[in-house]
């Protein structure tokens, strides 16, 4: 008799995911090598103005940042990938060290070691770890003015008590006299933000698709992209854009020895982004231990960086 596979961490959440009532995919699973290439070509299309916002507002604002992080401190930056942001304000701020977070050793240090010969005057340090566990500072770092920053609006992609949590622990990390330096998508026109998510290229629809080759290889399993298609809208009610793959025919699969199937119509969630009015924002930092002390905009109100100081 055949010992019964064991089934990975990975392998065990997507099935789950997949035979739920109403299927879903963790937005991680976006992230093989080709999705991260789609990721940095949609941060450069027309429709998708958040990364280059938020990008300006750094540029623009750097000096005044660093009258809210003081030179000398340590920036810890949480899911760092590149490290490219965080070059827009080093000069300005000039912090003692830069200690930037990722799970993939070799990219982080290659991104690290970059930054090293730009910033030679830096000490720089990186933390490899999984995202989703606590961050542990070096011991030398931890006697340190330490403020993060978190760009992007990544923030946007937690669930609403997931991102308490996630900011709480944050407060706990930089203790009583640090800070946050915080990215955060502001409420607009829905119309706005579905072109950004449906652009004219189709660039995001393939990077959503493509999360169901990432899945095909954890599983095994075989299926068919040209059977799915790409929707996101904007949720009114949760002040979210939503991602979903829709199921255009009905579909029967075998996954690891589980039966799957797909009616026509029916769609995997794949992706949350809440968007944030500046009310929203204050309660948010208020409810987790911080103050809101300052916020940069755009000249349009699209985007949002925050300064949050601890409470």
Not at 34 to 56: A, C, M, V
Not at 164 to 170: E, I, Y
Not at 183 to 207: C, H, P, R, W
Not at 298 to 311: H, I, P, R, V
């Amino acid at each position: 008799m055949l010992a019964e596979k064991i089934l990975t961490t990975e392998q065990q959440e997507l099935i789950a995911g997949l035979t739920a009532e109403n299927k879903y995919i963790n937005p991680k699973y976006f992230y093989d090598k080709k999705g991260s290439e789609l990721f940095e070509e949609i941060t450069q299309l027309d429709e998708y103005y958040p990364t280059r916002t938020e990008r300006s507002i750094l540029t623009q604002y750097a000096n005044e940042i660093s009258d809210y992080v003081p030179k000398g401190s340590v920036i810890v930056e949480p899911g760092a990938g590149a490290c490219e942001k965080i070059q827009l304000i080093l000069e300005a701020v000039h912090p003692k060290a830069y200690l930037p977070q990722d799970v993939s050793r070799r990219f982080l240090q290659q991104a690290a070691g970059r930054l090293k010969d730009k910033f030679k005057w830096l000490e720089i340090e990186p933390i490899v770890s999984d995202f989703s566990k606590p961050l542990v500072i070096p011991q030398r770092y931890q006697a340190d003015d330490l403020y993060v920053f978190y760009p992007g609006s990544t923030v946007g992609n937690f669930e609403p008590e997931n991102a308490k949590t996630f900011l709480s622990n944050m407060r706990k990390l930089v203790g009583d006299s640090g800070g946050m330096l915080i990215g955060m998508d502001l409420q607009k026109e829905s119309s706005v933000i579905e072109s950004a998510y449906n652009d004219a290229k189709g660039v995001t629809a393939e990077f959503n698709l493509n999360m169901l080759n990432n899945v095909n290889r954890h599983l095994d399993s075989k299926l068919d992209l040209q059977k799915f298609s790409h929707k996101a809208f904007y949720n009114n009610e949760l002040n979210r854009i939503e991602m979903h793959l829709i199921s255009n025919e009905d579909q029967r699969y075998e996954l690891l020895n589980n039966e799957l199937h797909f009616a026509q119509g029916e769609t995997i969630h794949t992706e949350n982004s809440y968007k944030f009015s500046l009310d929203c924002i204050e309660h948010l930092a208020e409810n987790t231990g911080f103050k809101r002390v300052k916020t940069w905009m755009d000249k349009d109100e699209l985007f949002s960086l925050n300064f949050f100081q601890s409470a």
